[in-house]
């Protein structure tokens, strides 16, 4: 197993199911998808567990830092990457990451993204979105747990790029657009945030 994509799921079925149906067209015995339904009990995901490369674990809500370090842990594949629920991918993002892995084997692997809301491409991202790369299993971080919706992302995040400066972490960017990312949802978590009344 090369690869394993962790999904936190939370009440998005219509954006997962398009994100999941994207990921069986592009299914191959070097992937497995694991969507860890984060307190939904969303039973329609369900559904997907006819297509042998994709888990679908129901939990109690824990959050995303719990939930996306319960995927790393499971993950056979030599690298992890993270999707959000909510977010799509390019056709031919599996396949662009198998053949970087095989070429680079670096630590972390990193691509261009596509924000959706504002119509622009981001090229050498540096935002705290973890979804921007892909991560060798063995030497990455967890995230840590109990900071809060949206915080997560940055101590996991200042680890990679410490390890990256120090030369624990080699480092891959892909010139490439691969991920589509689904800014300021109505009804996100983030858009909760950022509307909600004084």
């Not at 690869?3 to 799921?9: A, D, M, T």
């Amino acid at each position: 197993m090369k690869l394993s994509l962790v999904i936190p799921y939370f009440e998005t079925y219509e954006l997962t199911d398009k994100l999941l149906m994207e990921l069986t067209i592009q299914q191959t015995d070097e992937l497995e998808v694991i969507v860890i339904d984060d307190g939904c009990n969303e039973k329609r995901l369900d559904d997907f567990t006819g297509f042998k490369h994709i888990q679908i674990i129901h939990q109690e809500n824990k959050g995303t830092a719990k939930t996306r370090n319960l995927g790393i842990d499971l993950a056979k594949g030599e690298y992890v990457g993270f999707i959000d629920c909510d977010d799509q991918i390019t056709m031919d993002y599996v396949e662009t990451l198998l053949n970087a892995i095989d070429t680079y084997g670096t630590d972390i692997i990193n691509f261009n993204w596509y924000d959706m809301t504002q119509h622009i491409e981001v090229r050498k991202p540096d935002n705290y979105a973890m979804w921007k790369a892909i991560y060798r299993k063995e030497t990455m971080p967890h995230f840590m747990e109990g900071l809060g919706y949206g915080h997560e992302d940055v101590p996991f995040q200042g680890e990679i790029e410490e390890g990256i400066r120090s030369g624990k972490y080699t480092i891959t960017y892909l010139d490439k657009l691969l991920y589509l990312y689904n800014s300021n949802r109505v009804g996100s978590l983030l858009w909760k945030k950022t509307h909600r009344e004084d």
